[in-house]
């Protein structure tokens, strides 16, 4: 189960969005498997996607179509990735199908798929379910959508955030996200859809969403394999009305965006398969953030340290071993301080004198704790979300496909 997790949190609508959820029968029976998503007119799009070099057909459509998108048609069960031109076929003719019944035209329709990867997607159950999808639009299901777009997930993930702007305007912000493993920066491997009713120009949106992307879906690392479908979107619909957000106001949204953002990528961390703990590795003291990063990300995707979390086990040498082993030049170990919360393990690259092994092991039952790593080369920083590797995870990976 997830760790520390609250799948009913309190959430809002997003004025000019509407969603509607239908059971297509694409591999799952009897569950929602078919998401739509239908925004208002002049509504700006923008989107951060996997940069697998194999990836897949909608994620190929969907990066073309941002520009013109007007609805969203999601589905999980199959991932149409590796199906060659037959997958980009049948891509493009689900689009033309909720093109048709929203009368848009079919490059107003973005397309996102997750599930299994390597099997043909067939079009008919997009068909079928159509007219029950285009009936059902309305602003309030959101937590109905976040449910069917999980695939291995064992709860959905949607929160939203406020936010009240000098001149008194009110701004919303609503997002859900899937993903359980394969998840690894690159933008990590998941599907996450936001959207708010904020007036933002199109190149303000993208680089507000880039940059929220960058602390939270690309800061995150189940097992170190990006997948072929990745993607996040967020859609702006300007509900809220007035001139496009600009200086201290895009400041404040990009704070909410990069706030929700974060709080969904833990989700994932959180509900990640076979995870009973959610690790925070911090790195401090580094000449760079990039520095800072490459130490946190070879810490944060170590199956020994990982093993080692499971079985809450505070083997403080395999934490150092990755650090060792990140491919920093001239790495200094006589200056590295290394922390799990607020337990000194090492200090200046020896063992801290008050440390014992009992106080170690009392932070590492904690389901969640900080791993904290100073380099003593610098003054940046850097921060990865990590999990544990259990029995369950090799089991649910395993049985996958069966």
Same mark, same amino acid.
């Given at each position: 189960?997830?760790?520390?997790?609250?799948?009913?949190?309190?959430?809002?609508?997003?004025? *000019?969005?509407?969603?509607?959820?239908?059971?297509?029968?694409?591999?799952?029976?009897?569950?929602?498997?078919?998401?739509?998503?239908?925004?208002?007119?002049?509504?700006?799009?923008?989107?951060?996607?996997?940069?697998?070099?194999?990836?897949?057909?909608?994620?190929?459509?969907?990066?073309?179509?941002?520009?013109?998108?007007?609805?969203?048609?999601?589905?999980?069960?199959?991932?149409?990735?590796?199906?060659?031109?037959?997958?980009?076929?049948?891509?493009?003719?689900?689009?033309?199908?909720?093109?048709?019944?929203?009368?848009?035209?079919?490059?107003?329709?973005?397309?996102?798929?997750? *599930?299994?990867?390597?099997?043909?997607?067939?079009?008919?159950?997009?068909?079928?379910?159509?007219?029950?999808?285009?009936?059902?639009?309305?602003?309030?299901?959101?937590?109905?959508?976040?449910?069917?777009?999980?695939?291995?997930?064992?709860?959905?993930?949607?929160?939203?955030?406020?936010?009240?702007?000098?001149?008194?305007?009110?701004?919303?912000?609503? *997002?859900?996200?899937?993903?359980?493993?394969?998840?690894?920066?690159?933008?990590?491997?998941?599907?996450?859809?936001?959207?708010?009713?904020?007036?933002?120009?199109?190149?303000?949106?993208?680089?507000?969403?880039?940059?929220?992307?960058?602390?939270?879906?690309?800061?995150?690392?189940?097992?170190?394999?990006?997948?072929?479908?990745?993607?996040?979107?967020?859609?702006?619909?300007?509900?809220? *009305?007035?001139?496009?957000?600009?200086?201290?106001?895009?400041?404040?949204?990009?704070?909410?965006?990069?706030?929700?953002?974060?709080?969904?990528?833990?989700?994932?961390?959180?509900?990640?398969?076979?995870?009973?703990?959610?690790?925070?590795?911090?790195?401090?003291?580094?000449?760079?953030?990039?520095?800072?990063?490459?130490?946190?990300?070879?810490?944060?995707?170590?199956?020994?340290?990982?093993?080692?979390?499971?079985?809450?086990?505070?083997?403080?040498?395999?934490?150092?071993?990755?650090?060792?082993?990140?491919?920093?030049?001239?790495?200094?170990?006589?200056?590295?301080?290394?922390?799990?919360?607020?337990?000194?393990?090492?200090?200046?690259?020896?063992?801290?004198?008050?440390?014992?092994?009992?106080?170690?092991?009392?932070?590492?039952?904690?389901?969640?704790?900080?791993?904290?790593?100073?380099?003593?080369?610098?003054?940046?920083?850097?921060?990865?979300?990590?999990?544990?590797?259990?029995?369950?995870?090799?089991?649910?990976?395993?049985?996958?496909?069966?």
């Amino acid at each position: 189960m997830a760790v520390n997790w609250n799948a009913d949190a309190p959430w809002q609508a997003v004025p *000019g969005v509407e969603l509607a959820v239908a059971q297509a029968g694409i591999r799952y029976r009897n569950r929602d498997d078919v998401v739509l998503l239908r925004f208002a007119v002049g509504t700006t799009m923008a989107g951060v996607f996997t940069r697998n070099a194999f990836c897949a057909a909608p994620v190929h459509l969907a990066r073309a179509r941002l520009e013109a998108g007007r609805a969203w048609l999601i589905n999980a069960g199959n991932a149409n990735a590796g199906t060659g031109a037959a997958g980009l076929a049948a891509a493009e003719q689900s689009c033309a199908l909720a093109a048709q019944a929203l009368e848009l035209t079919p490059e107003a329709v973005l397309p996102f798929s997750t *599930g299994v990867i390597g099997e043909a997607l067939r079009v008919e159950p997009f068909d079928r379910a159509m007219p029950d999808l285009v009936a059902a639009l309305d602003a309030q299901n959101w937590p109905r959508a976040a449910r069917a777009i999980m695939t291995t997930d064992t709860l959905p993930k949607l929160r939203s955030r406020t936010l009240t702007l000098a001149d008194g305007r009110h701004l919303t912000l609503t *997002g859900m996200a899937k993903g359980a493993g394969m998840i690894a920066p690159d933008m990590a491997t998941l599907l996450a859809f936001v959207a708010t009713d904020a007036p933002l120009e199109a190149s303000a949106t993208q680089a507000a969403l880039r940059s929220a992307v960058a602390g939270s879906f690309n800061a995150i690392c189940v097992d170190g394999d990006t997948s072929t479908n990745d993607a996040c979107v967020l859609a702006a619909t300007g509900a809220a *009305g007035g001139a496009p957000l600009r200086g201290e106001d895009l400041a404040d949204f990009q704070a909410a965006l990069d706030a929700l953002l974060a709080e969904l990528a833990q989700g994932i961390v959180r509900d990640a398969e076979g995870a009973t703990r959610l690790l925070t590795i911090e790195v401090e003291q580094a000449e760079s953030p990039a520095a800072a990063r490459q130490v946190a990300d070879c810490v944060a995707t170590s199956p020994l340290v990982k093993t080692a979390a499971f079985a809450g086990d505070p083997n403080w040498g395999r934490i150092l071993a990755a650090v060792g082993r990140s491919g920093l030049p001239e790495l200094d170990v006589g200056a590295v301080d290394l922390w799990l919360d607020e337990v000194c393990l090492i200090a200046q690259g020896e063992p801290h004198p008050e440390y014992t092994e009992a106080r170690g092991a009392a932070v590492c039952q904690r389901p969640e704790y900080t791993v904290r790593i100073r380099l003593g080369r610098g003054a940046a920083s850097a921060r990865v979300w990590t999990c544990d590797y259990s029995y369950d995870y090799v089991r649910i990976n395993a049985e996958y496909r069966s």
